[in-house]
């Protein structure tokens, strides 16, 4: 998959890193050239000169055929209308936005741009937003048996009953995270557009959870 990240901090760096080592392309933009002293002397990916919302900047970064935008400068306002545009003018469905301001980061994400806070960031709550199949649980127990995972899904389980989810991936929903607010799953709970779920389950199970929520369910479910 092609990546465009917006800001070449240290958190952009680490990313671009972690990105290529895992075999994608990446192209990193900046509107300060020395800031790509930041980037290992291999890094293959493409160096992009230019502010992170302008058409023609993040055009020569491959935003056309990028299949992820992570916008991670150290401007909020910068943040979120590159997120935007990347996701309103280029059709970039995967996208994520750094935000310093926590209320400012709850009323983004309820405008359905994932927004991680400054004060809780790390590099993987990151990817898991923009590789949420490949990227490490949340949580294993002492033993590693037993993980809390987010998962990605078909949007055909969207109007699922959470219920039936469960039991067509065999596995537990934990909880939900639905514009910006935790929620545990009810009986009658179904799922919503945008919702993040969260499952408990045995990690040597992970592979085939996965594989049952990306593709679209059963015709009973």
Known sequence: ?????????????????????????VAIIDRDPQAFR????????RRVTGIGFDRDVLEEA???????????????????ISARVARETFGVDNVVARIYDSRRAEVYQR???????????????ILRRVLPEGAEPLWRDPTGTI???EVAYHPGWI?????DLEEAAGTRLAFVNRMGETL???HDSMVQEGDIL??????????RINKVLSAAPEEEH
Do not use: K
């Not at 491959?62 to 979120?80: C, Q, R």
């Open 1 to 25: 998959m092609h990546i465009v990240i917006m800001g070449c901090g240290r958190v952009g760096s680490t990313l671009a890193h972690i990105l290529e080592d895992g075999g994608h392309s």
């Open 38 to 45: 930041r980037l290992r002397a291999g890094f293959r990916g």
């Open 62 to 80: 491959g935003i056309e055929s990028a299949g992820a935008y992570v916008a991670v400068s150290s401007g909020d306002n910068s943040n979120i």
């Open 111 to 125: 405008l359905g741009i994932p927004t991680v806070a400054t004060v809780r960031w790390t590099a993987d709550q």
């Open 147 to 149: 993980v809390l995972a």
């Open 159 to 163: 109007g699922t009953r959470t219920r």
């Open 184 to 186: 545990l799953p009810r």
């Open 198 to 207: 969260h499952v408990m389950a045995a990690g040597s199970d992970m592979d």
